[in-house]
């Protein structure tokens, strides 16, 4: 049986994407396209779908490092943020895009609430990755 662990993370994530556009409880917001990904960025995304490709990475890491919550999240996708002539820094992304993505997953019921744990992944949402995967498999084994 193929996981998420068998195929590339950037093959699934585009994939999982994809499918995610059908899923009704998905929705991009309407000031997604004003807003920047954290302070380490200058700009907001150029890609017209960013919104389902963030939804489906959360989902993934979600999945394999869960249960996890915004804070955790916004950790994982932050970056260094340019102080000048002073050395760069770590810092966080925008939590307020992780919460968002994080509560539409669990409104189409692929992830779960853990008790003061944050999210884990739910066995709607493990099926649906797990299925994803598989497909990612065999375009790439054919």
């Keep these: ?38 302070r380490h960025t200058e700009n907001a995304p150029v890609q017209e779908n960013w919104w389902y490709i963030r939804a489906a990475s959360v989902m993934r890491k979600v ?3 869960g249960p996890i919550g915004t804070s955790r999240l916004a950790a994982e ?4 943020a340019d102080r000048g002539s002073k050395p760069n820094r770590a810092v966080k992304g925008s939590r307020a895009i992780a919460r968002r993505c994080l509560i539409q997953l669990e409104n189409a019921g692929f992830l779960a609430k853990d008790k003061k744990n944050g999210r884990v992944i739910s066995p709607k949402g493990q099926s ?15």
């Design 1 to 38: 049986m193929v996981t998420v662990y068998d195929v590339p993370p950037e093959k699934l994530i585009l994939k999982a994407a994809e499918k995610l556009k059908q899923v009704e409880a998905i929705a991009v917001p309407e000031w997604a396209e004003f807003v920047k990904t954290g």
């Design 63 to 65: 999945y394999t490092k």
């Design 77 to 80: 996708y932050g970056g260094f």
């Design 128 to 142: 649906f990755l797990d299925n994803v995967a598989k497909e990612v498999y065999d375009e790439m084994n054919n």
